[in-house]
């Protein structure tokens, strides 16, 4: 049994039973996608319209799943029902919106993205993780070291945090698990603010802000005024310019905690590219606490059978590996949940820190931090590998062949 045609089987459990024309029929469907979704863990809904019919793609697992199909009659129906949740103008259909779908169960944070397309609107639900189960810093899987670090990092009075990955990696899942961690440490005895683009999660206890570029609110306005509010520790949604990198080390050097998130494909890159940025080589010593890069792979179904073939280990210095078998418990990829590969670097380390001066390129960067000790993304996937945790396969489709 293939893993698309249980979650087709699942989702058409759940299809209204009525008639298409019916009033009702549009209300209940969208209900049962966001439902269905949300019981399935998927990460992004792709709603994409064609000529002939809407298809609808599920994100399990950092992979995208083929569902179902709904015929094209209904297609502008669908959209705009998501619209209304999320309070968007139904009647611009143009251009892209973004809103928050509203008036769902508590907990369950979504998010609605519109493009138009040569048939129509595609929409894309964002349903966010951080909102789920990984809310502190304990459920998030990582090596015990680099938790334990994190958690003394998490109780200092300035420098900044940075959370490096591509898009998809966790980054923003582990930056709330920070912050609900430094909620729970010092609750209401520190003053808690986060600008963002967009709010992705709510977190109760925290002043939460979102920029707005059609007021001229951006990351660089908004950090300025922010710094203003007598802050002790800020979230940053993410680092994309030289103007709110300045800023933001300026306030990391100046009394607050600073978390932000990078992207970078690893934690020597995300320094190189802040470098490339602009930003003086003593500022990255001197203002960054640590850098977490992360990956997410994922985790082989107990299902999976042994192996030994070298060939198959694809270039990964293992004596033994798993691979996918694929089981009705899978869905039949093999494949169940997912895991975390990461790396962190500290700045200020000897050799490596008189590197960053010197604005070493990220390989030697890479480089000295082993020699310091880091275990790269590299490292902690061979070890992920050789424990049966994943396989060559799916570690190469995420970190690829370099």
């Known amino acids: 049994m293939s893993h698309q045609l249980s979650l087709a089987q699942r989702f058409e459990e759940r299809l209204p039973r009525r008639g298409v024309d019916d009033p009702q029929y549009v209300p209940e469907l969208v209900d049962a996608i966001l439902d269905q979704a949300a019981a399935a863990y998927v990460s992004d809904v792709h709603l994409i319209p064609g000529k002939d019919d809407l298809r609808m793609e599920w994100r399990v697992d950092g992979v995208l799943q083929p569902v179902t199909r709904f015929p094209a009659a209904i297609a502008s129906r669908v959209i705009g029902r998501l619209k209304v949740l999320s309070q968007l103008l139904t009647y611009q259909t143009d251009t892209p919106q973004e809103g928050r779908i509203r008036g769902r169960e508590a907990g369950v944070e979504m998010r609605l993205s519109t493009f138009p397309t040569l048939f129509g609107e595609k929409a894309v639900i964002r349903m966010f993780v951080g909102s789920g189960g990984y809310r502190r810093l304990n459920d998030l899987g990582l090596p015990d070291e680099i938790a334990a670090a994190f958690s003394r990092f998490l109780r200092e009075t300035g420098g900044l945090i940075l959370l490096a990955g591509p898009a998809g990696s966790g980054k923003t899942t582990t930056i709330y698990a920070c912050l609900r961690e430094l909620l729970h440490e010092s609750g209401p005895l520190r003053s808690l603010v986060s600008l963002e683009d967009p709010i992705e999660a709510v977190v109760e206890g925290v002043a939460q802000s979102q920029v707005n570029l059609a007021a001229g609110f951006d990351m660089a306005t908004g950090l300025r005024s922010l710094l203003r509010q007598d802050p002790e520790v800020i979230l940053l949604g993410e680092i994309r310019d030289r103007a709110t990198a300045e800023i933001v080390f300026q306030a990391s050097l100046t009394g607050h905690l600073v978390l932000s998130t990078f992207h970078a494909g690893s934690a020597a890159a995300a320094i190189s590219r802040l470098s490339d940025m602009g930003i003086e080589p003593y500022l990255l010593r001197s203002g960054v606490l640590t850098i977490l890069c992360q990956r997410l792979v994922r985790r082989l179904c107990e299902c999976a059978t042994p192996e030994n073939d070298p060939a198959g280990a694809l270039g990964l210095k293992v004596e033994s ?74 570690v190469r489709r995420v970190l690829g062949f370099g």
């Open 321 to 394: 590996y798993r691979v996918p078998a694929g089981c009705p418990r899978c869905g039949g990829t093999g494949y169940a949940g997912r895991l975390v590969l990461a790396e962190m670097l500290l700045p200020e380390c000897g050799a490596l820190g008189r590197a960053i001066l010197s604005r070493s390129d990220a390989a030697e960067l890479e480089a000295l931090a082993v020699e310091a000790g880091m275990i790269t993304r590299w490292e902690r996937a061979r070890r992920a590998v050789e424990a049966g945790l994943t396989s060559p396969a799916e």
